[in-house]
């Protein structure tokens, strides 16, 4: 199948882009059906406040940023640094910053 370069219009911000040839041939090779509907500023600007469309996002309707995680102070059981981790520590449990997570979890 050959492909052409295709101009396209964002829905975000309105402005034409080129869907070129290559792009178009890779969403092929993925399977994918539908053409891109930002242009790839606005396709970036989505990737960095992560937002893909899915669940676990803020707003009733505008699902364009994520809610921002909450995140809860702890010592490290492993170092003894202080720490932020995304869920509530237990006292049953032991919480590791970053660095400590990778080596443990690489142990097991």
């Not at 092929?28 to 992560?50: I, K, T, V």
């Not at 520590?89 to 400590?100: A, G, H």
Request: hydrophobic fraction near 25%; charge should be positive.
């Amino acid at each position: 199948m050959s492909f052409s370069d295709k101009v396209l219009k964002c829905r975000d911000c309105g402005n034409e882009f080129v869907f070129t040839a290559g792009e178009q041939e890779f969403y092929a090779s993925r399977g994918l059906m539908n053409e891109p509907g930002r242009c790839p500023s606005c396709r970036a600007l989505r990737r960095q406040h992560g937002s893909t469309g899915g669940n676990g996002y803020s707003g009733g309707g505008d699902r364009t940023y994520r809610a921002q995680r909450e995140m809860h102070p702890a010592v490290c059981a492993e170092c003894g640094a202080n720490t932020m981790v995304p869920f509530l520590p237990r006292t049953d449990k032991p919480v590791y910053c970053s660095n400590c997570y990778e080596k443990v979890r690489s142990r097991r």
